[in-house]
């Protein structure tokens, strides 16, 4: 059974950092696209990072451009979000997420992914 599970949101003040932490278990995503999404309340998800199974390619949504970094660590099976300049609209349920098939550019739409975590909660206050 393939699990992700994410960790290390929290309430953070605008203008700090964080770092969200994904690690994969059931199956090994080392050639598959990992990426991040995010609900904020009443809104729909929205594509946040992604990156490839080889980490030669990443891809941000505009919100986060420049202040968001994606990494991954295959031998961990994991996959980890760096956030900083953090503002009240970060504010979020942040979802890590896998493709099961094996692509050369990262999909941005959640539809692009099979797999799913539970999510982590991210809150920046003002």
């Known amino acids: 059974q393939v699990q992700l599970e994410e960790s290390g949101g929290g309430l953070v003040q605008a203008g700090g950092s964080l770092r969200l932490s994904c690690a994969a278990s059931g199956r090994t995503f080392s050639k598959n696209t990992l990426g991040w999404f995010r609900r904020a309340p009443g809104k729909e998800r929205e594509f946040v990072a992604a990156?490839?199974?080889?980490?030669?390619?990443?891809k941000y949504a505009v919100s986060v451009e420049g202040r968001a970094t994606i990494s991954r660590d295959n031998a961990k099976n994991a996959v980890y979000l760096q956030m900083k300049s953090l503002k009240p609209e970060d504010t979020a349920v942040y979802y890590c997420a896998a493709d099961a098939s094996q692509r050369a550019v990262p999909h941005t739409t959640p539809g692009g992914y099979d797999y799913w975590g539970q999510g982590t909660q991210v809150t920046v206050s003002s």
């Open positions: 990156i490839s199974g080889s980490g030669a390619i990443t």
